[in-house]
């Protein structure tokens, strides 16, 4: 029995949704969960139909942008059931930001738990086909209502579902990035490493840049020389050289610690593949591809879990990897760690939180 209280939507939305065209985050499932901090203490929060929030203009995250979230999915599980795809992780992110933010943190296991509750509820929102999910997004906010500069006294933490298909349209098939270096996403010292809506309210102006030039993301490059590689604006970046997985640090203080990236580096190391993480500068990147030493570059991150990049240009010069074709490491990753998320291959690791619906 559900240890928050609920109240049930009268009416399920569930038939506007066209199943063959999800897209991503287009729809949001019947419920939704909602805490308040107020009087330096967390309420027990309450599951409640989706639907709009009375807001004032004076609400301050509108004016000064202290707001966190995070990003997760459930996969119905081929056994029956479903699972939510290491909640931990997020949870612990999501406390991370909140102290970036000067926001005060919730509890991790009841985070899990109100998700947990809300794919329970919501569980015919969850997609049957394989390759599509349920997105779960909480989001933390500073709900007080005043002008100035400082943190609030009063926050709002949300969460929603979203039934989704492939983040980017090419789906599983390589995309093109555009390499910048005359903007800037995030600094080491800055908000880079926290899941904040600063971080991608920024990187909107290139991204937009890019796809006007025919390019599905933006490689962002650091903010202080702009010639080593931080991430891509939807996820972390690899490459494979020489049989070697190499991928930005983060001790560069700029990037988000990925829970894919985790996945994906710990699964490397298990394969006997030598894994290193360090700075990378873009052009050492051009240079193993004119050596014929580049072999894959790919992204990790929740929304498309593994998306295989076949062209980066950067200035004048331009270059294709592995033909436009998937790479043999990023296929493998991606059977691997759907494979686990779906419950066709053993999870060895703990990684899943299975929901009995």
Request: net charge negative; with cysteine; glycine share 8%.
């Amino acid at each position: 029995m559900s240890k928050f209280a609920i109240q049930k939507s009268k009416k399920s939305r569930i038939e506007e949704i066209n199943w063959q065209n999800l897209g991503f985050g287009k729809y949001f499932s019947d419920h939704m969960f909602i805490s308040n901090f107020r009087n330096n203490s967390w309420d027990e929060g309450t599951i409640l139909p989706y639907g709009p929030l009375p807001i004032e203009p004076g609400m301050c995250t509108l004016h000064y942008g202290q707001s966190i979230f995070e990003g997760l999915k459930a996969y119905r599980d081929v056994n029956g059931g479903a699972n939510i795809f290491r909640p931990d992780m997020n949870a612990k992110r999501f406390a991370r930001s909140a102290e970036r933010l000067c926001i005060p943190q919730y509890d991790i296991d009841k985070l899990i738990e109100a998700m947990s509750e809300l794919v329970k509820i919501d569980k015919d929102w969850i997609p049957k086909e394989r390759g599509h999910s349920l997105y779960i997004r909480p989001v933390l906010f500073g709900s007080s209502n005043f002008l100035g500069v400082h943190p609030s006294e009063d926050y709002m933490l949300i969460i929603m579902t979203s039934p989704v298909a492939s983040y980017y349209p090419e789906g599983l098939n390589p995309v093109k990035i555009l390499v910048l270096d005359q903007y800037v996403r995030a600094v080491k010292g800055g908000l880079g490493s926290a899941k904040t809506a600063a971080n991608y309210a920024s990187s909107l102006y290139g991204a937009e840049h890019a796809k006007e030039e025919g390019f599905s993301q933006v490689l962002w490059l650091d903010g202080c020389n702009h010639e080593y590689i931080d991430e891509v604006g939807a996820m972390n970046i690899m490459f494979v050289i020489d049989d070697e997985i190499v991928t930005p640090t983060l001790e560069q203080g700029s990037i988000l610690a990925g829970v894919t990236r985790d996945s994906v580096t710990q699964l490397a190391k298990e394969m006997g593949i030598i894994v290193s993480e360090r700075r990378i500068k873009i052009q050492e990147i051009f240079e193993a591809h004119a050596a014929g030493k580049l072999q894959e570059a790919f992204g990790t991150g929740t929304a498309a879990v593994i998306s295989p990049v076949g062209l980066f240009k950067y200035k004048d010069q331009e270059i294709i990897i592995n033909n436009m074709e998937i790479g043999p490491l990023a296929q493998k990753f991606y059977d691997t760690i759907t494979g686990i998320q779906y419950g066709e291959i053993e999870d060895k690791h703990g990684w899943n939180v299975h929901i009995d619906l």
